[in-house]
């Protein structure tokens, strides 16, 4: 089966650094679900603001395809290995992932959303509403993502930054950013780019310090 | 994108009719995903026996891309239009279908499933573990699905059934398997089949009575 976009991802993180590893990981993220053309007419939305949550169907647009029986997910450190198909890694044979995100409001052939784990530019392929009584299993047992992960870092911030940023920053760097084997690179300086923003930070022990957010020029 | 099936769904209703509309409607229903044989390794199993759920990311493979801007669900009796994107309807500009079903017992190739909405013989693109943290928002506002829909008849039987199978067929047949057009044709008798039975019964009023339970020759 042949399939396109109907949709793209416009969010605040371009690249893989710094993004979250499933949806609302970090639930102050930003960003909107920016329609084709032909699929953006307004009937297309009618009843959408019934719901609070939407199910994208999207591609992992850098994994064309490439994958392995078993996969090292970070939530285990990155050592031990599980088999593909317990995993929600995007390496699989076909590179969809599935995430259900916040619906913050519905535009012009445009649906805002904030909690999504996608970068900047995702082709998405199908959206559906979220329904809690066929999707929501709360105390379904999850293996070895039984909980969320906890954030690994406490974040400060040495220059000056509103509220709202402050926030989405500090849940997103919380996360931890680096690589599993950066981890004892303590003092290094990290850079990263946040909407407009060039971000530079720094790590001691479990204390993150942004240390520079300045406009891309 | 090019995608192609990773496994296909055998289960034991062959066609759209009676089919539940969506995935936990009928609980007692079962069904296997068949991996192709190069996704089949064991290894790539290894760890899924820790999750309790698992989502399939299947084809709605009889229709092939058709779709429309506004839908009628049948949950609003057929009448009422409401948006695409705020619908789980099967016609989309890409047909594919979300699903979490309950996984039953990991196999060799093979993963026993009950609760799903696919049809005997759909193909299946991917499956993922239910993760409980990033996918359960039980109090997610759902629209115009805001709760599961209400079993529709009592169904009773005139022939003799053993108990797994009486408890599947009216979780199946409760949900009225009729076309809404034929709401008022009570005592019209009406045939499917299901696993290698053909099954006829007839309505009247709100009672369902499965009249013949045969084995197919």
Redo the contacts between chains.
């Keep these: 089966?042949?399939?396109?976009p109907?949709a793209y991802y416009r969010g605040q993180i371009s690249g893989k650094f710094a993004l979250p590893r499933?949806?609302?990981?970090a639930p102050s993220l930003k960003g909107r679900i920016v329609f084709e053309k032909q699929?953006s007419?307004p009937?297309?939305?009618?009843?959408?603001?019934?719901?609070?949550?939407l199910?994208l169907?999207w591609?992992f647009s850098e994994n064309?395809g490439h994958w392995s029986?078993?996969v090292r997910p970070p939530r285990l450190g990155g050592n031990e290995?599980?088999?593909?198909?317990?995993?929600?890694s995007p390496f699989?044979?076909?590179?969809?992932g599935?995430?259900?995100v916040t619906i913050e409001k519905i535009g012009d052939g445009v649906?805002y959303v904030s909690g999504a784990d996608l970068m900047d530019g995702t082709?998405v392929?199908?959206?559906?509403?979220?329904?809690?009584?066929?999707?929501?299993?709360?105390?379904?047992?999850?293996?070895?993502?039984?909980?969320?992960p906890e954030p690994k870092l406490r974040v400060d911030f040495e220059v000056s930054v509103d509220d709202k940023l402050r926030e989405t920053l500090s849940q997103v760097l919380s996360l931890d950013p680096r690589p599993a084997y950066h981890g004892g690179s303590d003092g290094r300086v990290y850079g990263m780019v946040f909407d407009n923003l060039d971000v530079r930070f720094a790590v001691r022990d479990d204390l993150l310090t942004v240390t520079e957010l300045k406009p891309r020029t």
């Excluded at 089966?1 to 396109?4: A, C, N, R, S, V």
């Excluded at 499933?22 to 990981?25: I, K, R």
């Excluded at 105390?139 to 070895?144: A, E, L, Q, T």
């Design positions: 089966m042949t399939i396109e109907i499933q949806s609302s990981l699929y007419m009937e297309a939305f009618r009843g959408l603001d019934g719901f609070e949550r199910w169907i591609g064309e029986p078993t290995r599980v088999g593909l198909w317990a995993s929600r699989r044979p076909n590179p969809l599935i995430s259900a649906i082709p392929y199908d959206v559906k509403p979220y329904v809690a009584y066929c999707d929501a299993f709360p105390s379904s047992r999850s293996g070895f993502a039984a909980s969320a």
